[in-house]
Each structure stands twice: as structure tokens, then as C-alpha cells.
């Protein structure tokens, strides 16, 4: 027989060498797809213990409102001093630290802020801030939550590349939106418009795989809902169109200013009472709560927790709430966040928001009431985050309803083009610079300034 025939050497070594790639290639897709689906998991098991801690807040109200007085101050203390004293790194939304990793060089530090230590902290503070009633949402906290178990698996994997991990922190975080929220679709444009800012060719794909992987899981572990029922309310073109420039201006303003106040605060308080803040954060943190159970005493409770039940009441026009609710709603919202406890503000906001969509609905009877609900959500919630494509995609797919999309982003575009005026920096791309100043102060000043410009650029690129 021709030696042709026989393989050589050295095509035996390419087939071996080609075989051990193939599997080393899906052996590291089933690694990335197992961190995809745990990230769906944790994310309905926070949802659940969410939920918990709002039946708990409940059963305390149904005791006694006043109670609210020691629980609520008594809970912002604890999750302060706990933040501050073993868990430095989950304060906040969760949000600008997702962001600021994507940004920062010095790896020691990434690591610290998305370890598993720091994720399952998150978690239970937030639960923590839930029952203490601070009027916060586990949305944004499962964004930090989600990047960190995908960073933990690309450690796992040997990656050392700063590319290929700032991809895995972005398909995370994205994850954690389309499991949170149950709309996959939220998550890849999440991914995109406020983590990424850019749609990266090279990294796309692995975004795009956790987001439908964590999203079916949960899907396939709590069903196919939708957060808001089901809507059919419609804004036909005419006359109809005055809700989107009410909503969208007024949403705009409101956002806007929220975000400018945020931005502000975050920089520190002069004064005394910057002193004051900054001295003793933990007696700040149980002033905050006083504040707090006063507000919602003086609303019935209305302002307590993420404000999911009252907006799905006010789009699905199954209750009626007074005008002051998304005003009360809106300084229960600030005094969270200046508490300094984990906790997100996608929540909150669009509560906010559904308040504000239905006040102006009684100002607009040519337009139904269900339509200018969600016109002013998505308008305030696009112009607090400056994210028009993320509010609009995350409405709708919360309401099901996609006869409503075209006035959904005109509003929402509106209300951003208005909340730029008020703020110039998108609130977590300049949160993500305030955290990467006060935490990493090892750092060379050289490697924090280019971290800081680079996340500065980013929440900026908006712009143009």
C-alpha cells in the first residue's frame, strides 16, 4: 500500500492538538453557561428573600405604624455599620461599581468589590434595607451581584486578560437585569447603552449568551410574568401626543433633578453638618431612618419598600393614590440613598415615576389614564438614569405591551434630552467616578486619574 495512506506524525499531532482545543474550547462555554445559569438562580432566590422581607416590614405595620420609628432608624444603623465595618465595597446601587470595575487596572481591588463575600452581602443588607422599610430596589444590587459571580468564574477559568474580564463583569451585570426584571431583552440593551456604552463585537457574544441563559432559568424557575400585568392602552397620533411632552418635560425635570441632587450629595456636604456625616455615618444612618418612618407614617405606608405593589396598582388602574404619593415616594427615595445602605434605585424610580404618570393623567382626559402611567414611568425613569433605550425596553416589557413603544421613546428620549440640562453626567457613570476616587486609595494617583477619566468619558459619551 501507498505510505500515503498511513497518517503521519506529525497530522496525529495536529488531530490531538485540534481534539484537545475543541474540548477545551466547550469545556470553558459550559463553565461560562453554569456562572450564566447561577446567576438566574441567585437572582430569583434575592427576589424571594426580597419578598420576605416586605411580608416581615408588613407584619410589623399591621402591628403597629409606630413601630416603624425604632425598626426603621434601628435597620439603616445596622446596615451602615455593617457596610462600613466588614463589607465595604456593597454600599449602593451596585450599578457604579459594576461600571467602575469595567474601568479600573489595578485587579486587587476588582476583586475585592466583586467577590462572592461582597455579593452575598449585597443581598442580605438589601433584604435588611427592605424590611427596615428605606425605600430602595434590588435591581441594581443584583447587577453587582451578577458581574460578581461571572468575574469568580472567569477566575476560576485562569483569565487574566483585562478585556476578556471586563467582558465577563458586562455579561454579568446584564445578566442580573434580564433575570431581575424577567425581560431579557432589558438586559442585552442594558448591557449595551450603560454598561458598555458601545456595542463591542468581540465581547457581544458572551453578553448576549448569559443574558438568555440567566433569563430563561428564570423563567423556567418562577414563570413567564411580566412585573405589570398585561396592558393594552394605546397613544394614537393627535391630540393624544400631549401626554408625551407633559409627561416627558415634567418627567424630565423631576429625573433630572433628582440625579443633579445625587451627583451633588455624593460629593460631600459642607458645613457642620458635612462634619457631622462624615464623623459619625452610623447616627447619621438612624437620622435618616427617623426620617423615613415619619414619611411613611405621614403616607400610610405608601413609601416603604421597592413601590413595585403601588405601581402595578396605579398602571392597572386597580387603586387610587393621592398626588402627594410620588412627591412623598421621590424624598423617601433621596433619604435612602444619603443613608449610604445597599440598595438600587430602578425600583423606586419607576414607582416614582407610575406616581407622576398618574397625576398628570387626571390632567389629560383625551388620553387614557393606563397610557400616561406609563408615559410618565418610562419618562422619569429614562431621565434618573439617562438611559432612554434601557427605560423604554424595560416598560415594556414589564406591561407587555408593545402598542404603546414609539410614544414610549419619544417620551423617554424627551425626558433625557431635559434631564441633561439639570445634570450634565449621566448619575452612574458619575457615581462610578465617586467610587473609584474613595476606594482605591493604594492606587498610584497616575493609575486613579486614568481610571476616573476613563469612567468620566464614559458616562459622558451620551452626549454625542
Known amino acids: 500500500m501507498p505510505a500515503s495512506v498511513f497518517p503521519t506524525t506529525e497530522s496525529l499531532r495536529h488531530l490531538r492538538e485540534h481534539a484537545k482545543a475543541g474540548t477545551v474550547n466547550w469545556r470553558r462555554k459550559f463553565i461560562y453557561w453554569s456562572g450564566a445559569i447561577m446567576v438566574g438562580v441567585v437572582a430569583v432566590g434575592f427576589a424571594t428573600l426580597a419578598d420576605a422581607a416586605a411580608h416581615v416590614?408588613?407584619?410589623?405595620?399591621?402591628?403597629?405604624?409606630?413601630?416603624?420609628?425604632l425598626v426603621t432608624p434601628g435597620g439603616l444603623a445596622l446596615s451602615t455599620w455593617l457596610t462600613r465595618t466588614w463589607f465595604r465595597g456593597a454600599q449602593g446601587s451596585g450599578i457604579p461599581q459594576a461600571i467602575a470595575c469595567m474601568h479600573l487596572n489595578n485587579i486587587t481591588i476588582v476583586d475585592k468589590v466583586l467577590s462572592l463575600r461582597i455579593a452575598f452581602a449585597k443581598i442580605l443588607l438589601t433584604c435588611l434595607g427592605l424590611l427596615s422599610g428605606a425605600s430602595i430596589g434590588r435591581e441594581g444590587p443584583t447587577v453587582q451581584v451578577g458581574a460578581s459571580i461571572m468575574h469568580t468564574v472567569g477566575h476560576y477559568m485562569g483569565i487574566t486578560d483585562l478585556t476578556r474580564q471586563r467582558a465577563l463583569i458586562k455579561a454579568g451585570g446584564a445578566a442580573g437585569v434580564a433575570a431581575?426584571?424577567?425581560?431579557?431583552?432589558?438586559?442585552?440593551?442594558?448591557?449595551?447603552?450603560?454598561?458598555?456604552?458601545?456595542?463591542?463585537?468581540?465581547?457581544?457574544?458572551?453578553?448576549?449568551?448569559c443574558v438568555v441563559i440567566s433569563g430563561v432559568t428564570a423563567i423556567?424557575?418562577?414563570?413567564?410574568?411580566?412585573?405589570?400585568?398585561?396592558?393594552?392602552?394605546?397613544?394614537?397620533?393627535?391630540?393624544?401626543?400631549?401626554?408625551?411632552?407633559?409627561?416627558?418635560?415634567?418627567?424630565?425635570?423631576?429625573?433630572?433633578?433628582?440625579?443633579?441632587?445625587?451627583?451633588?450629595?455624593?460629593?460631600g456636604i459642607s458645613g457642620a453638618f458635612g462634619t457631622f456625616i462624615t464623623r459619625h455615618p452610623v447616627a447619621f444612618a438612624?437620622?435618616?431612618?427617623?426620617?423615613?418612618a415619619f414619611i411613611g407614617l405621614i403616607s400610610g405606608g405608601m413609601t416603604y419598600g421597592t413601590g413595585y405593589v403601588q405601581a402595578r396598582d396605579i398602571i392597572m388602574g386597580s387603586d387610587q393614590y393621592p398626588a402627594s404619593f410620588f412627591v412623598?415616594?421621590?424624598?423617601?427615595?433621596?433619604?435612602?440613598?444619603?443613608?449610604?445602605?445597599?440598595?438600587?434605585?430602578?425600583?423606586?424610580?419607576?414607582?416614582?415615576?407610575?406616581?407622576?404618570?398618574?397625576?398628570?393623567?387626571?390632567?389629560?382626559?383625551h388620553t387614557a389614564p393606563g397610557a400616561v402611567v406609563l408615559?410618565?414611568?418610562?419618562?422619569?425613569?429614562?431621565?434618573?438614569?439617562?438611559?432612554p433605550l434601557t427605560a423604554t425596553v424595560i416598560v415594556m416589557e414589564m406591561?407587555?405591551?408593545?402598542?404603546?413603544t414609539l410614544a414610549l421613546l419619544a417620551s423617554?428620549?424627551?425626558?433625557?434630552?431635559?434631564?441633561?440640562?439639570?445634570?450634565?453626567?449621566?448619575?452612574?457613570?458619575?457615581?462610578?467616578?465617586?467610587?473609584?476616587?474613595t476606594t482605591a486609595p493604594k492606587q498610584s494617583s497616575a493609575s486613579v486619574v486614568t481610571a476616573t477619566d476613563t469612567a468620566r468619558r464614559a458616562s459622558s459619551s451620551k452626549q454625542s
Not at 375 to 387: D, H, M, R
Request: proline share 3%; glycine share 12%.
Open 220 to 267: 423556567a424557575l418562577v414563570g413567564n410574568y411580566t412585573y405589570f400585568g398585561h396592558t393594552y392602552s394605546s397613544v394614537p397620533v393627535g391630540t393624544s401626543w400631549l401626554a408625551v411632552l407633559a409627561c416627558g418635560i415634567i418627567g424630565g425635570l423631576c429625573g433630572g433633578g433628582f440625579s443633579a441632587l445625587l451627583v451633588r450629595m455624593s460629593r
Open 57 to 69: 416590614r408588613d407584619h410589623i405595620l399591621k402591628i403597629s405604624p409606630l413601630l416603624m420609628l
Open 286 to 292: 438612624a437620622l435618616c431612618g427617623l426620617v423615613l
Open 180 to 209: 431581575a426584571f424577567n425581560t431579557p431583552l432589558a438586559g442585552i440593551v442594558f448591557g449595551i447603552e450603560e454598561l458598555a456604552h458601545s456595542f463591542e463585537q468581540r465581547t457581544s457574544g458572551t453578553m448576549l449568551t
Open 375 to 387: 408615559l410618565g414611568t418610562v419618562a422619569y425613569f429614562a431621565a434618573v438614569t439617562q438611559s
Open 412 to 437: 423617554a428620549f424627551l425626558a433625557f434630552g431635559v434631564s441633561r440640562t439639570l445634570c450634565s453626567h449621566a448619575l452612574y457613570g458619575a457615581l462610578a467616578v465617586r467610587f473609584v476616587r
Open 399 to 404: 406591561c407587555d405591551n408593545q402598542q404603546i
Open 328 to 365: 412623598l415616594k421621590l424624598l423617601a427615595t433621596i433619604v435612602s440613598y444619603c443613608s449610604g445602605i445597599p440598595g438600587g434605585l430602578f425600583a423606586p424610580s419607576l414607582s416614582v415615576g407610575a406616581g407622576m404618570g398618574g397625576w398628570v393623567a387626571q390632567f389629560l382626559p
